[in-house]
């Protein structure tokens, strides 16, 4: 009936130091306050935190007084009845009581503090808690960690998933992503089909992207010279230019001329970017100094270094014309046959206008004519077309020349030999009995002009008052007459003609074969900026504007003019007959050029 | 290099004057790298690369070789500090280098780049790259500011010494709470029990620690005591006084670790970020060359 309580302590140095005091009773206080017979100095128990009661012979009872309890093997209990034979480890706070019995049946406590008395008093290693060791995960492990991540997320899965590709690729673009993170930019709008389908183009790995890739697609795109010209076109590289020939030839690439030297991928979503005028002016900039032989002046920039335009004239007019081509520069001169003064039809006084203003309401003409009102332009914009009599001209210049019930007999344009049967015709069945009031242009009055007014066209016909067939005929191709005004005429006998002939016309809708002008561009533009159609006299004078007159607007690529113009622009390398390509960036225009347009603004 | 300022150089190798590896031999290092990001810019803006600049031209080639060969030397540092030497060569010389040819790598890497930056592993070795720049810049920028500011706060204790204060402190504590009922012996309690250690990364960097146990039990225990007269035998009293102890040592003891903190986080950075850098750049090569 007595317990042993053995208090243990270690000193500085690791050695043990028992206290044990003897008591002879059966119950035992436990806590923190000096009173009590197991005193513990230990701020986690409670000044009188438990007692230990004999229970009987074997048997103590533990019980906490308070609410904190104690332990007991690991779990937190308010009481406990111990075996002390079997033995038992009770915690209290920072202290470990192990119970154990001697053979003569004393209760055994032995009382050990396990906790420091603070947290600061706990052992520490001074290098590890006055670093950041601990609180961060390691330099070295994050360091073959991250790099080992990087590797693999991107450089071994694009890898194998170059090696994975099936033979027949008809995955989704959009669910390939193996290799996304090495493509350094967007593909263009018009490639966007292969976007994550690396291999289409960069076929084979370490080689770089071939024309046969290009052309697997591309079929029909043209040289745009003969290889061994463009050999020679091509100017010395410089420094760097060498030393990138020299990368590019040490990793096998091709040289110079491949597609993808202009026509450049991965610069962004969006359409592609027409070729940048340095590609042409490595050669062309230059171009006499190698190509001698060439025809071509240097183009280095159209702000500052193009040659004057060179226009496709004809010299010699009539059925087998003959055209040459022409600088602009000067008075440059383009004989179609055909007699015309721009002057005169656009001036804002005078009989035509005034015919025009009588005209307002059938024919929308304004208060005098504009270039509208004769040249229509193409369904597409681009150009005009050949201005045609019978709906340019004939509205004012009737070819009338008779009225048979309610029905207008005009001449035939463009048919001397039909001009000249009719009229025979007429004569024969008819015969002047009654001399047709008829006048030549100047002599029309207003309101006796338009077509379905009974009208003579045989102009110098009336002044003769012909009773023949040949003299009306003669009147009519003579000067004076109808045709005469317009045409160039050959009369019998002269070149050997049998009969009346009239110089054929022919009106070009293109210019300049090698550059492409867009009119519908130009649309804000007035006709009268670029074309001096007013002052001409003569429809001889080529009214084409030089290049100065593009200059206004047009600068060379990195200009700072209001449109900056690289030679695509104009040029195609590939030589098409069509417009040299652009980005489809114009959607809103695209909608205008389809839907036609009868009123132009210009 | 070599050649220029012979004076100065036998002075370095003497060691006569001490300046520190930003200084070194008169600032060599930092003119050297100037001179090279000036070279690299106004070569980036005379030469004519078409269509416009980009790591695949010829002037891309030669920058982004240079960058190469640069970061791996800058990486030899960490091989080469390791064995200390001195002379023109000396391990000081080296570091001055690294950090000023380190800086110049902003300006050769980001004309390498052309500008054209995205989402993919090219412009993430420039990223890596940019990270393990700054953060070295961070640490050169504590290295020449807070070692003062750590010396001053020591007032010439060790760190053991700090960490002995604690525990004197802590163990008075601990005895002069014995007396107090429970509820009050546990505030004390939990400043014992809480780790001076402890506390988040943020809490060591900030050097702010809200959840203070020990200002927490100071605070309760002063809801106590304020209303009372001193007189001289409450244990309370005497507890407060400890707190108070406790606190001002805490206090010191933060601020030497807030200071460490700073002068070492950057490393975590830097280092795994190298390497990171190192693997990228392997894979930003092999690709570009992969998909020619």
Redesign the interface.
């Known amino acids: 009936m007595s317990f042993l309580v053995r208090q243990i302590s270690l000193t500085a140095d690791g050695r043990e130091i028992v206290r044990a005091a003897s008591f002879d009773k059966g119950q035992l206080s436990l806590g923190?306050?000096?009173e009590n017979d197991v005193h513990l100095?230990d701020?986690?128990l409670?000044?009188d935190h438990a007692r230990i009661e004999q229970a009987d012979e074997r048997h103590i009872r533990v019980r906490a007084m308070?609410t904190?309890g104690f332990g007991l093997d690991g779990r937190t209990v308010l009481r406990a009845e111990i075996d002390t034979a079997m033995g038992a480890e009770l915690r209290f706070g920072g202290h470990r009581i192990t119970v154990s019995r001697d053979e003569d049946g004393t209760t055994i406590l032995s009382i050990r503090r396990v906790d420091a008395?603070?947290?600061?008093?706990e052992e520490?290693e001074?290098t590890k808690?006055?670093?950041?060791r601990g609180?961060?995960p390691g330099?070295r492990l994050?360091?073959?960690?991250?790099?080992?991540a990087?590797?693999v997320g991107?450089?071994a899965i694009?890898?194998w998933s170059?090696a994975s590709r099936p033979a027949n690729d008809t995955r989704n673009i959009y669910k390939l992503v193996g290799?996304?993170?090495?493509?350094?930019?967007p593909l263009s709008q018009a490639h966007h089909a292969l976007e994550g389908r690396?291999e289409t183009c960069?076929q084979k790995?370490?080689?770089?992207?071939r024309d046969s890739a290009c052309q697997t697609c591309h079929k029909d795109a043209h040289d745009h010279a003969p290889a061994s010209r463009i050999a020679m076109a091509r100017a010395e590289p410089g420094l760097?230019?060498k030393?990138?020939a020299g990368?590019a030839a040490a990793?096998g690439?091709p040289p110079e001329g491949a597609c993808v030297d202009c026509h450049?991928e991965h610069e962004g979503a969006g359409p592609m970017?027409p070729?940048?005028q340095?590609?042409c002016t490595d050669c062309h900039g230059t171009l006499k100094d190698r190509l001698k032989d060439s025809k071509l002046g240097n183009a280095g920039d159209f702000g500052t270094s193009h040659p004057q335009f060179s226009a496709l004239v004809q010299t010699l007019p009539g059925k087998y014309p003959r055209f040459s081509r022409a600088s602009l520069d000067g008075k440059r001169m383009d004989d179609s046959g055909l007699k015309f003064p721009h002057d005169i039809h656009l001036s804002m006084t005078g009989g035509v206008a005034k015919m025009a203003r009588t005209m307002k309401a059938q024919y929308g003409f304004g208060d005098a004519l504009a270039c509208k009102d004769c040249h229509k332009p193409t369904a597409d914009g681009v150009r005009f077309l050949p201005v045609s009599m019978e709906r340019d001209c004939q509205m004012c210049h009737s070819l009338a020349f008779e009225k048979i019930g309610g029905t207008v007999r005009t001449l035939r344009h463009g048919q001397p030999d039909q001009v000249i049967a009719d009229l025979r015709a007429y004569y024969r069945s008819t015969g002047p009995a009654q001399p047709v009031a008829l006048g030549g242009m100047a002599r029309r009055r207003p309101g006796d002009y338009a077509q379905g007014q009974i009208y003579h066209a045989w102009f110098g016909a009336v002044a003769a008052r012909p009773s023949r067939a040949d003299d009306a005929i003669r009147a009519v191709f003579s000067k004076g007459g109808a045709c005469y005004d317009c045409h160039t005429v050959t009369p019998p006998g002269a070149n050997g003609n049998a009969n009346w002939q009239v110089l054929p016309v022919h009106q070009p809708m293109r210019y300049m074969m090698n550059g492409w002008f867009d009119h519908a561009a130009h649309r804000t533009e007035k006709c009268e900026s670029c074309h001096a159609a007013a002052k001409s006299h003569d429809a001889k004078q080529l009214l084409l504007p030089g290049i100065d007159s593009c200059r206004t607007c047009h600068g060379g690529e990195k200009a700072k003019a209001d449109v900056p113009s690289g030679c695509a622009m104009c040029h195609s390398y590939h030589g098409g007959d069509g417009a040299p390509w652009m980005p489809a960036d114009r959607s809103a225009k695209r909608d205008e050029v389809d839907r036609p347009r009868n009123n132009r603004g210009d | 290099m070599a050649t220029r300022a012979p004076v100065r150089t036998r002075r370095a190798k003497g060691e006569v004057l001490h300046d520190g590896f930003l200084r070194h031999a008169g600032f060599r290092w930092l003119k050297t790298a100037t001179l090279i990001c000036l070279l690299s810019i106004a070569s980036y803006m005379l030469v004519d690369v078409t269509p416009h600049h980009n790591g695949g031209s010829w002037y891309g080639y030669t920058m982004g070789t240079i960058g190469v060969l640069l970061i791996l030397w800058l990486t030899l540092l960490g091989l080469r500090k390791r064995a200390m030497t001195r002379g023109r060569w000396s391990l000081k010389a080296w570091t001055s280098a690294h950090v000023y040819l380190g800086l110049s790598l902003i300006v050769i890497a980001t004309l390498h780049t052309g500008f054209q930056l995205g989402w993919n592993v090219h412009t993430l070795a420039y990223v890596l790259m940019m990270l393990v720049i700054l953060s070295g810049l961070f640490g050169i920028a504590v290295y020449a500011t807070l070692p003062a500011a750590l010396s001053n706060n020591r007032a010439e204790m060790t760190q053991v010494q700090m960490l002995d204060a604690v525990r004197a402190i802590d163990r008075q504590l601990h005895d002069a709470a014995q007396p107090l009922p429970h509820d009050k012996a546990a505030l004390v309690r939990q400043s014992l029990e809480q780790d001076p250690f402890g506390g988040s990364l943020l809490a060591r960097l900030s050097g702010r620690y809200p959840r203070c146990a020990t200002a927490r039990a100071q605070a309760a225990l002063r809801h106590w005591t304020g209303d009372k007269p001193d007189t001289g035998n409450d244990p309370l009293e005497r507890i407060d006084a400890l707190l108070e102890r406790k606190q001002a040592m805490l206090a010191r003891l933060r601020r030497h670790l807030r200071l460490k903190a700073l002068l070492e986080i950057w490393l975590y950075v830097h280092v795994p970020a190298t390497f990171a850098l190192l693997a990228a750049l392997t894979a930003h090569i092999v690709s570009v060359f992969f998909y020619w």
Request: glycine share 8%; aromatic share 12%; proline share 6%.
């Open positions: 923190r306050a000096a100095p701020l986690a409670e000044p308070g904190l008395v603070s947290e600061a008093s520490k001074e808690v006055f670093s950041l609180l961060l330099k994050t360091a073959w960690g991250m790099a080992l990087i590797l991107f450089l694009p890898i170059y290799d996304k993170a090495w493509s350094s930019g690396c960069h790995a370490f080689v770089s992207v760097g230019g030393l990138l990368v990793f690439k450049r970017q070729a940048p340095a590609f």
